[in-house]
């Protein structure tokens, strides 16, 4: 089982405040400051990308695609709603699930059992380092019934709407709603 | 994190399905609209956490020639890439339109009718180089004629045939850096007139393109353009 540490917390809060600095410098068309965002933020875009997309090209791909949208948009981050990180990984959330949608083939795939879509598990001798947020995330998402996290999560990932995860499984709208918003509303409970 | 706010579960909810991509357009389009209410705003940002959150791991540093095609990909180095084309700019999309401007704006300086109005306005200190574009569309719906006067900061626009439909025009100034700024809704069918102010103005510059865009009523609820190109034009000396 990995080890998990405690991040320190203030050193949590420097590199927030450091990315959000160099974020807004872009903003302004600063280069510098674009490669400082890369450099701390690449290799988390990354992961995310290919959670995403099966084919590590197709990754590349869209995490190119993602810093570019990071280039033009980053004036559009409003420190006030969220940190940069989240923003960040949102566009490669969002580039990533247009590359996998874009060929069409999704909107009628069946959907994979909800179960097999689990956290990647860290190796053995690795230490995974997470914040106390991700901590509890982490935990509320194991106190939910078995299958549940994975279907939340399998959703985000694909892109899928309500009417799409319906017409894919072969379920009722109005079960998939009853069932995604059973979970997030424990999520909620959990998490506050 | 600190204790829930007062949000009701079934906004939380909304706000939840709104960050997880679940809704269907029109409630998207409902949902989004609430975002301009603080506390659906602040768990809105909350979900987008959880959500990124749900999907994080698996971290690993791209190889080094990712970051070299991305740096390629940036506005301004796209000359340099070589290898294979690069993204098109969303104004240039159309690429009809980019080659059928560049020929009329040397055939054309203003088109005639309708003439302008231009109010009086006192005469410059110094002469000051006018500057115009012509905005072309597709072939049957018309063209925008454009002076702008830096002296005077003032835009005046022709428009001689809007085909827009049930939609506002939207004009644009794009410059080096690639960025639409809004200029305005122009009305169809009149001769807008505008003082853009001294940040816009110092964007509308000779080599600088300007565009028009089909908006919802009211221009882009965005700030930045969010629909089809309708004209395209470069802005010169005269």
Known sequence: MAEIVAIDAERLAQDRAALARALSAVAGGDRAAFEDVYRRTSAKLFGVCLRIL??????????????????????????????????LMTIARNRAVDRLR??????????????????????????????????????????????????????????????????????????????????????????? | MSASTALPEEDELIAAELALGLLAADERAAAEARLTEPAFRAAHARWQHYAVGMIAGGEEPPRPSIWAAIEARLPGNDAASGAGSSPLRWWQASTALASIAAVLLGAIALRPTPTPVIVAAPPPPRPAAALVAVLVG?????????????????????????????????????????????????????????????????????????????????????????????????????
């Open chain 1, 54 to 87: 099966p084919e590590r090209q197709e990754a590349e791909e869209a995490l190119q695609e993602a810093y570019i949208s990071v280039w033009r948009r980053a004036d559009t981050f409003d420190a006030a709603h969220g940190t940069a990180m989240t923003w």
């Open chain 1, 102 to 192: 874009r060929g069409g083939k999704i909107a009628t795939a069946p959907i994979e059992a909800a179960e097999d879509v689990a956290d990647p598990t860290p190796a053995a001798t690795d230490l995974v380092a997470r914040s106390q947020d991700e901590q509890r995330l982490h935990h509320c998402l194991g106190m939910l019934p078995a299958g549940e996290a994975g279907f939340v999560r399998t959703a985000f990932l694909e892109g899928s709407s309500y009417s799409e995860l319906a017409a894919r499984s072969g379920v009722p709208l109005g079960t998939v709603k009853s069932r995604m918003r059973r979970a997030l509303a424990k999520l909620r409970l959990c998490l506050q």
């Open chain 2, 138 to 238: 597709d072939k049957d719906n018309g063209a925008i004629a454009v002076s702008y006067d830096p002296a005077s900061d003032r835009l005046i626009l022709t428009p001689t045939r809007l085909a827009i439909g049930k939609r506002d025009a939207e004009l644009w100034v794009i410059g080096g850096d690639a960025k639409p700024r809004s200029l305005g809704v122009i009305p169809a069918g009149e001769i807008a007139k505008r003082n853009p102010g001294i940040d816009l103005a110092k964007r509308i510059v000779a080599g600088a393109t300007l565009a028009v865009s089909a908006e919802p009523i009211g221009g882009s609820p965005t700030g930045q353009p969010t629909g089809p190109v309708l004209y395209v034009g470069k802005i010169s000396a005269t």
